[in-house]
């Protein structure tokens, strides 16, 4: 009885002290981020501010092009009911904001002159659309209508042809593989050894690329220092999530059912905490446009042949150590069967919280990385990746960490891929991902190199 | 004084609301899935969220081959159907590649379906999806609440509940409401002594005194925080019944399910499967049995859900799933009245976090942070409860040793 007393104890300091953490942290990213906050209304609409009054003014304001690319420089147009129009031209934020000081219908429309090349207005659903394919608004002085504008790339791209399209979704999609084997070699690795889905991984990867934006674009470290004290700093919260969550959440015998929810709570808590504290706008690591190489029909940027580089020799090095060190062939024996390799004299928690310190330090190079190759990281980029995450190491067999290498690279060539075929729209790719989960599922369990066993 | 007096009644409002009703009508789904059988659906939403698209859509745009007309009476019954039909086909290709594996692979695929399903109904790739969906606008509830609307006897205007409330005494006096709390509390901690078996009732008169109780302390409360609503608006009596209505039929209806054999089926296959099995049932079916009840209820609580809202995919995400968990954990998972309970103290909870740091974290945070604060705050609840009182306030500890 004193025994389960003492454990309910550790994990009371435990949680406590997690807790603690959670906030702790946050808040000396809200520190160093307090700088940037002017910029970060993204959320309020009309940046050029018109502010309805009841009974004075009304507002129809929007954003051209996502918060995160937004179009600026178009052409925005207000056809009041009377007929009158009035233009506004949408700053750098891509945003337009119209006072207006009657009731009625409004119609808005973009010029697609002055639209960037290659873009067009999505013409809005019939029962909104206006006689030119404006949008139809019904604005009320005192309120605040959007008008939300849907800007997509316009089909034909004359310069490119099919086969480079391929070839260059294929090296996207080798890019995109390796970025998520390094995550997800450690998901499949801390299931082996624990039995844990850990749902919070992906929001692992998120902290890489919060940590690295606010290093090195907030603090203005240099890239290299920034992306190793980001390492430690991931690394750091695997051992310490161990250390005080799950080792005593293990010794009180709580069920992986229960652990898993746990998981979850905690996916919830990080990913709302990053939305407290760092704002829902998408950050970059690097600002500047980066260097643009191309070799035959594949343009890519050096940030991503570096990142490519980078993942492919962390790989090779994790691979190596499963292989050929004591230390991973004792994780590999603990994988396999924990209690054997217990009996035989491995000690499986210091293992375990090995798993978790380079699991969590392997997903927080995977968020640097995928923040420097695509547009940025957000609060809730975890929750994309999660998806393929599994998607992946289930195609590779839960608990293999060669399979859950080949099972991303194959989920990285088919989510790039997939929108090549006519019928795929893009954003339809992630479903990609389930469609794979599930066909694995139902035709092979166990994974493509997980062992035929009954795993159920 | 008038600040707490804001935040207990929009307390009062959230716990009385249509949504929470709504909510606690997926949550008793949830509780066929987590709590009688041991599934862990992390995708409730999804099911909330088809349900609502199938009444939706249905509704506005009717069902032409059959002569459905958009906005009557026949499309809003042929829309409930839709709603069922689609969580059902759902549940269906959830169950069929999962549940004949450990339990972990239900959980991967239902989170996954979730965000699938929400960026389908997000998506602008298909023109004539486009147009049924809304993107991510959504369906304004404009376009297909009427003929819910026209059902209500209520008619117009308002109404209070309670008419006769602390502002009649005394011109609301301070005085007032603070006796008006302290016997509020007193009845509460009654309640619970009670509950507890401390005050030497058993059987029948212990169900009848809680059940008095829990009257006398709901009159109390709503004579502290009276809720005012229009009769048949957005937000409108009516619709809060109806979805009271229908959260208490649920909860008879799991009331029999779970006394029933099959109810004691289910229970068996979450202790343990083998024994189960070497019995000569089929686990699979009862398994697959219960994901699909479960969906369905899960369905009319999303179409109820959307009645005084719009159907927006991003509102009915991942968090609305952990929501639902987290009320289910709160009420106290594998009980029957659990589901409402924990539905009606967590909205109530979330929205006095929200109001307590609006009003006095003011410098602090703003009124959107504080709403990502509250979510911050589920989510460590959520792992609190699991930790330290997986079987929340009615649960009983034993009922939930099961594991994957």
Known sequence: MSRHAAHGRTVGRGVTGLILGLLVTPLVMLLGTTSAYADDEGDTPAAASCLPKPDEVGCISGTLGSRADPIADADVTLTKPDGTTETQTTGDDGKFSFTITEDGEYLVGVDPETLPDGFEVRPPPANLRGPDGELKVQATVGGLRAANLEIRSADYDPSTSNWEEISQSGFNGLRLGLLLALASVGLSLIYGTTGLSNFAHAEQVTLGGMLAYLFVNQQGMPLLVGGLLVLVLCGFTGWFQDRVLWQPLRRRGLGLTQMMIVTIGLSLAIQYGYQFFVGSRTVRVIVDNPTVTSFGPITTTNQSLAAMVISAVVLAGVGFALLRTRIGRATRAVSDNPALAQASGIDTDKVIRLVWTVAMALAGLSGILYALVTNGIKWDTGLQILLLLFAAVTLGGLGTAFGALVGSLVIGFVVEMSPLLPFVPGDFKYAAALLILIVVLLVRPQGLLGKAQRVG | MDEIQQILNSMMSSATGPQTAAVAIAVIGLNIHFGYTGLLNIGQSAFMLLGAYGFAITIKEGIPALGIEPLGFAALVAGVIVGMGLAFIFALILGVPTLKLRGDYLAIVTISAAEIVRYIGRSVGYETLFGLTGGAQGIPGSQYRAPFTDLSPLGNGNSTLLEFNYTDVADGAVWVRLVGWVIGIAIIAAIVHVARGRAGLTGTPKRVAIAGLSVLALVVLLFLAPVNNQNTGVNGWFVTIVAWCVAAISTVV???????????????????????RSLGKNVFAIKMQALVIGGLFGAVGGMLYVLPATVQPDSMGRSLTFFCYTALLLGGAATIWGPILGSIIFFAGRIMI???????????????????????????????????????????????????
């Open chain 2, 254 to 276: 799991v009331l029999f399910l779970v006394k029933s054999p099959w109810g004691r089926a289910l229970r068996g296959v979450r202790e343990d499967e083998d024994a189960m």
């Open chain 2, 354 to 404: 929200i109001g307590i740091s609006n009003t006095y974290f003011d410098g602090f945070m703003s009124s959107q942070e504080s709403s990502q604060f509250a979510f911050i705050v589920v989510g460590v609840v959520l792992m609190l409860l699991v930790i330290f009182r997986p079987q929340g306030i009615l649960g009983d500890k034993r009922e939930l040793r099961f594991n994957v």
